[in-house]
């Protein structure tokens, strides 16, 4: 019997022992005043008198007095074993319960328990079966996020360390054009791991932001004004249209720099050359600053949207990855933006462009 039965069944015997013992008290006692009020004086007077009937009297009231305490003790009896048996229908879920908590703890998160009813054990027993999945949709997302994370590594490490082999092998000449792809794969090595700092910092709470007052027009003006040369390079119009009536924000300066870079750099590589970039910052009653980044760039589809938020997905994972994208940027704007509070969302439209927009609150 485990610990919990053992104190509830013990609490029932208790309770029946007690409860029968003040109904024998009670029954006695009672049973005293009922023959007077039923005989009042005469009958027990008579019945103690007469030698033959008092006796009588006194023994069938010795015999009523051993009827209630065996009646008593076979109660207790049968109390004490049906107070078990449903100690134990109680407890059953519990002990279920228990046990899978047990297995979920040794490493076996598909462990669920079943719901049989909908009481206060059946209410516990649906939040475990939910915090288990969430358990195991944690874990698996975590090996996931591993072995993503070890793949992204390996892949401009081995680039790099492939080219460096073929020329210590005499097979390529160490060209200038050699030397920079080695240096570009270096330089996305690089990037990698800041993003991944970045995003295991915020994801554990430990990225603080350095907010201060900043002239969010000016400041959102410089910001396109040293990406306009990007652009330009690739033939595509930036533009940057600011409500100057935008109050001054507490924001960290470099943070939204990074997540501005993020969504033009994300603009500019998959708007054509002849495209075009508009970036808009405007006041808005409920949501506070509002920012958003539009091109006329090749779009992304409904179910697609949905994920690009997400560590590590990339719509076009060739494509992307030649093209430097680790698939991290808008998992770290996202985090980001949140930081301060604010929400990040994507509308788009397949082959005409995306509009990718940040809010930001203005706190008095
Ligand atoms: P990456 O670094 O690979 O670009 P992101 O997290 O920044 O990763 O973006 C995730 C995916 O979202 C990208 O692979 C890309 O396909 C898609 N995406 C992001 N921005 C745009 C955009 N402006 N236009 C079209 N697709 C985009």
Redesign the pocket.
């Known amino acids: 019997m485990n610990r919990l039965s053992k104190k509830l069944t013990i609490a029932f015997f208790i309770v029946s022992f007690i409860s029968m013992g003040i109904m024998v008290l009670l029954a006695r006692g009672i049973f005293n005043i009922m023959l007077s009020f039923y005989f009042p004086g005469e009958f027990m007077m008579n019945m103690m008198m007469t030698p033959s009937t008092g006796v009588s009297a006194e023994r069938f009231i010795q015999a009523l007095n051993i009827s209630y305490i065996l009646a008593g003790l076979v109660s207790i009896v049968i109390s004490f074993l049906s107070g078990y048996l449903v100690v134990l229908f109680i407890t059953r879920p519990i002990r279920e319960l228990s046990k899978a908590a047990e297995r979920i703890a040794n490493g076996d998160l598909s462990e669920r328990v079943r719901v049989k009813t909908d009481d206060e054990i059946g209410k516990l027993a649906i939040s475990f079966n939910t915090m288990a999945a969430s358990l195991e949709q944690t874990e698996q997302n975590r090996k996931a996020f591993h072995a993503d994370i070890v793949h992204e590594l390996r892949n401009p490490l081995t680039v790099a360390r492939c080219r460096l082999e073929a020329m210590l092998d005499g097979i390529v000449s160490p060209s200038k054009q050699e030397l920079e792809s080695i240096n570009n794969e270096l330089l996305l090595l690089t990037r990698l791991i800041t993003d991944l700092r970045d995003i295991s910092l915020a994801a554990n709470g430990q990225l603080k932001l350095q907010q201060q007052e900043t002239k969010f027009p000016t400041f959102m003006i410089r910001i396109v004004e040293e990406t306009k040369i990007l652009a330009n390079e690739k033939g595509i119009l930036l533009t940057c249209s600011v409500d100057p009536a935008i109050p001054k924000l507490k924001v960290d300066r470099e943070r939204v720099s990074q997540v501005m870079h993020?969504l033009l750099s994300?603009?500019i590589?998959?708007t054509p050359g002849g495209g075009r970039i508009v970036v808009e910052v405007k006041n808005d009653r409920e949501q506070g600053v509002v920012v958003s980044v539009q091109?006329t760039?090749?779009?992304?589809s409904e179910a697609e949207l949905d994920k690009?938020f997400e560590r590590f997905?990339?719509?076009?994972p060739s494509r992307?990855r030649s093209s430097g994208?680790?698939?991290?940027?808008?998992?770290i704007v996202k985090q980001l933006i949140q930081l301060h509070d604010g929400k990040v969302w994507a509308e788009s439209q397949p082959g005409k462009g995306?509009k990718?927009s940040f809010s930001i609150p203005v706190k008095q």
């Open positions: 993020n994300n603009a590589r998959h091109d760039g090749t779009g992304i690009i997905y990339r719509v076009d992307s994208g680790s698939g991290l940027g808008l998992a995306s990718f």
